[in-house]
């Protein structure tokens, strides 16, 4: 009976560090940012899956207000992603995610601040903000998870980003970007395109 107690205090106090770890992985990337270790949070973003993330929501919304089908679709997709990739290869850098989680905008990449946007925060004021941070967030398996922040904050002014674990280390892949910023990076790549 007692090896039955143990072997299962175990398994929880294993099942809790992993349920955890995205959290303290993200907070240590809050801590890199604050510290502007450009190397450490280089080391925490995956760079590829981060990109991809980003060209589909701004692409995906600017195609959204156009009534546009099939091979239509199929080209307007092609132009966007031409005009969008500059852009979105100056959001994906290191310096430009710390503008980004610093301010809520990426102002060396995508010019002068814009006002709207509200600064995604990784510190934990009490525990009742990390239950909170806990509770909204959003698993898909054992190997992704999507955590709002600022929690506090309304859906449609909160960043949601998504870590995922590869090997033993959770880095992040995704980050949804607040509709207002992404309304602003949707203007000004097309002022860049003219």
Known sequence: MRW??????????????????????????????????????????????????????????????KDLQGAELDLATEAGSALLNPLVEQL???????????????????????????APRFDVGS???????????????????TIPVPVD?????QFRITMRLRYATWRLSGIELPAPLREELIKRAAVAAR
């Open 92 to 118: 994906v850098t290191p310096q430009a995610l710390a503008d980004l989680f610093e301010d809520g905008w990426p102002e060396r990449a995508a010019g002068g601040r814009s006002g709207t946007a509200v």
């Open 127 to 145: 525990f009742d903000q990390a239950w909170r941070t806990f509770f909204f967030s959003e698993s898909q398996g054992f190997r992704s998870v």
């Open 4 to 65: 039955t107690l143990r072997i299962s205090f175990l398994l929880f106090l294993a099942w809790a560090i992993f349920m955890v770890s995205p959290f303290v992985a993200l907070y240590d990337l809050g801590r890199a940012v604050a510290a502007k270790d450009m190397d450490r949070i280089a080391e925490r973003v995956n760079f590829n899956a981060l990109r991809t993330s980003l060209s589909r929501q701004i692409l995906g919304d600017y195609l959204k207000e």
């Open 153 to 157: 904050q309304p859906k449609d002014r």
